[in-house]
Nanobody
């Protein structure tokens, strides 16, 4: 059974920084793309950033230059470093990953979500 477990998040003042982590565990052959999404109250879930297995990254325009996604393949972990945080970054953040459990099966998994609140 594969699971993604998130850590990090919390309350931070505007202009501050936070780092989110998401570790995959279980029956994993390999991990393809990994990413972070967020959902603010009353809004749909939106993409924040993605990273391929080769380290190619993609960011939402709203976070470019402030957020950095990275991964440690040896630890099956993806990170999101968030700097210069703004109140509009307040949301529940979710990680996801496309995980190969066998040569013929790849499944998208989601983390449990973690609250990030940016407020003075």
């Amino acid at each position: 059974q594969v699971q993604l477990v998130q850590s990090g998040g919390g309350l931070v003042q505007p202009g501050g920084s936070l780092r989110l982590s998401c570790a995959a565990s279980g029956s994993i052959l390999s991990i393809n793309a990994m990413g972070w999404y967020r959902q603010a109250p009353g809004k749909e879930r939106e993409l924040v950033a993605t990273i391929t297995s080769r380290g190619i990254t993609n960011y939402a325009n709203s976070v470019k230059g402030r957020f950095t996604i990275s991964r440690d393949n040896a630890k099956n972990t993806v990170y999101l470093q968030m700097n210069s945080l703004k109140p509009e970054d307040t949301a529940v953040y979710y990680c996801n990953a496309n995980i190969e459990e066998s040569a013929t099966q790849a499944t998208w998994y989601w983390g449990q979500g973690t609250q990030v609140t940016v407020s003075s």
